[in-house]
């Protein structure tokens, strides 16, 4: 199985940058998808960005132009840019392994973008 631990989330003014980082162990090579969720208070969680094993990403439009999804062996990063109020959320790295239909959360990150 695979395990995903979160770090980098915090406050921030609007305007400003964060860089989230994802660690993700155990059993990594099966793992086709990596990427960035994020759940806003009384919203639905919805997807920031991913990236797959042959290098190609997606973004929400939300945050095209402002985010940056990249991956490092073991790690996925999201970079994040001109930050607004609206990005503030809990953001949850994620896992997707093709053999067995896996998917694998993160704990969460708290991001919070001060206006």
């Known amino acids: 199985q695979v395990q995903l631990v979160e770090s980098g989330g915090g406050l921030v003014q609007a305007g400003g940058s964060l860089r989230l980082s994802c660690v993700a162990s155990g059993s990594i090579f099966n793992i086709n998808i990596m990427g960035w969720y994020r759940q806003a208070p009384g919203k639905q969680r919805e997807l920031v960005a991913t990236?797959?094993?042959?290098?190609s990403t997606n973004y929400a439009d939300s945050v095209k132009g402002r985010f940056t999804i990249s991956r490092d062996n073991t790690k996925v990063y999201l970079q994040m840019n001109s930050l607004k109020p609206e990005d503030t959320a809990v953001y949850y790295c994620?896992?997707?392994?093709?053999?067995?239909?896996?998917?694998?959360w993160g704990q969460g990150t708290q991001v919070t973008v001060s206006s």
């Open positions: 994620y896992a997707f392994e093709m053999v067995g239909l896996r998917h694998t």
């Open positions: 990236t797959i094993s042959s290098g």
